[in-house]
């Protein structure tokens, strides 16, 4: 894992403390949303890497999972692997870690989201372009060899099978 690119630091800042005193479910996702800006640039994916400016990323989907507490104040950083991609998509797993001074700590938070790359003029999903793909593919190589975790590809539920609802399709 130490071959994933540090993408945000951070601290918790008083704002983002709740009534209970911890990092506020809400204000992780923030967190997690202000680093995707860096992933995207050190991907060479954003709208810094068009000249023109006329392109970006919109987030279609997301999936959170809060494994630890953070305290007020605690510092913490975010690393971002990429897991896949293809024609208008980009799949990406982040973690969030203590930060233990400069090096990675514990695991507290895991969000996997799917990107999808937007003509801004458009408003519309866009294929990425050659250029993109190509690094996209040399970080992909490396990523895919440090493993994939088992908290990515999950999703909401109970192990319990919930009844069948009648006309809930």
């Not at 992780?28 to 970006?56: K, N, Q, S």
């Not at 999936?63 to 953070?70: A, C, I, S």
Request: some cysteine; aromatic content about 8%; glycine content about 8%.
């Amino acid at each position: 894992m130490n071959d994933l690119p540090i993408v945000y630091r951070e601290r918790v800042r008083p704002e983002w403390v709740d009534r209970n005193g911890h990092f506020n479910a809400g204000f992780y996702m923030v967190a997690f949303d202000t680093a995707v800006g860096p992933w995207f640039r050190w991907c060479g994916v954003d709208r810094a890497a068009d000249g023109e400016r006329t392109h970006g990323t919109f987030t279609a989907e997301s999936h959170t999972l809060y494994l630890r507490e953070l305290e007020p104040d605690e510092a913490f950083l975010v690393t971002a692997q990429l897991l896949g991609f293809e024609g208008k998509k980009i799949h990406t797993f982040l973690r969030m870690h203590r930060a233990d001074g400069e090096a990675v700590g514990e695991l507290v938070a895991t969000n996997e989201i799917l990107s999808l790359f937007v003509d801004l003029d458009q408003r519309r999903a866009a294929s990425l372009p050659a250029a993109v793909i190509e690094r996209l593919e040399d970080v992909l190589r490396r990523h895919l060899a440090v493993g994939v975790s088992t908290l990515s590809g999950r999703g909401v539920g109970l192990s319990t099978p919930r009844p069948e609802v009648e006309g809930s399709s």
